[in-house]
Structure formats: C-alpha cells, structure tokens
C-alpha cells in the first residue's frame, strides 16, 4: 500500500457532495436547526455550506483549541474567546458542525457548553474516526485513516513573519 493509499483526500468537488449528502441527512431526520454553530477552524466550510443548503441564515463560530505552544498539549480542548454566549442560545435548535471527530474532545467540550441552555444539539461532521467519545448525529464517512482536507494538506501562501512562501 502506497503512502497516497493510506490517506483519505478529500477534494473541494468531494466537499460539495459530502456538505449535500449531510444537509439531506439533516433534512430527513426532521431536525429544523435555529442555528449553525461551526467550530473553527474545521468546521467553518461544512457549516457555511450546511446554512445555505439548509436555509439557515443564522451562522456563529466557536473556536476550540487543544494546543497551548509548541509541542504542548491540553488534556482537554478549551474554548477560546470570543464565544457566543450560552446565554443567547437559550431555546434555540443548534447545528453543530466540524471537519473530523477524532478524539471527539472538542466537539464534547461544546456540547457541553451548551447542554442546559438550548433546546436541544445535534452535531455535523464530514469524518468520524472510530474511537471518538462522541458520535456525531450526521457524518458523511466513517474512517481510521489520516485524512487531507483540500484547505490544509499545501503549506500557507503567506509566512506568519509576512513573507511570500516559498
């Protein structure tokens, strides 16, 4: 088996049938979200695309970081600033939407963060890995593999110091 063989490639055109195929799986169940709260940085396409094929106008980020620098790791993902306020949620039918739930770390840290608040939450992934602690309501494929997603798998245009890749 090739290196290439081992990865799952998602390609933009891939993309656009995953976020159709999981938008009718969302229509089919019924579920009528008031919101899509995506998870940045992943989730921000799947929930752009899941808000215009679901009619749903009213869009939010959540921003979940499991790394604190080089190297160093958090036990548990914590989300940063700003975040929506639970507070505002209150009642509302929320779409939650990422790239992958691999550990499923962040999305539980979410769910959490929301349960006791909205009328209920229901979570949206392209990919689900088999040992996550959380299994999204809505997933387009099930995989073990490591996976290239179109807008990670080339490096940066742009350096952080500002400077033109090379």
């Known amino acids: 088996m090739t290196e290439t063989q081992q990865r799952e490639i998602l390609t933009y055109e891939l993309f656009g049938t995953a976020v159709r195929d999981i938008a009718q799986q969302v229509v089919d169940s019924g579920y009528e979200p008031d919101i899509v709260l ?7 396409g799947l929930g752009m695309g899941l808000g215009y094929a679901l009619d749903v106008k009213n869009l939010s980020a959540v921003n979940v970081e499991f790394y604190t620098g080089v190297g160093e790791t958090l036990e548990v993902p914590i989300m940063l600033p700003p975040t929506p306020q639970a507070i505002d949620l ?3 039918k929320v779409l939650v939407t990422d ?3 691999d550990t499923g770390k962040t999305l539980e840290v979410v769910h959490e963060f929301l349960s006791g608040h909205v009328a209920e939450v229901r979570t949206a992934v392209i990919y689900e890995k088999p040992w996550t ?3 999204p309501d809505y997933i387009w494929r099930k995989v073990d593999s490591w996976i290239d997603f179109p807008w990670s798998s080339t490096p940066p245009l742009v350096n952080r110091h500002g400077g033109m890749a090379h």
């Open 38 to 44: 995506a998870i940045a940085r992943g989730g921000l």
């Open 90 to 92: 209150t009642g509302m």
């Open 99 to 101: 790239d992958v739930a």
């Open 133 to 135: 602690v959380i299994n």
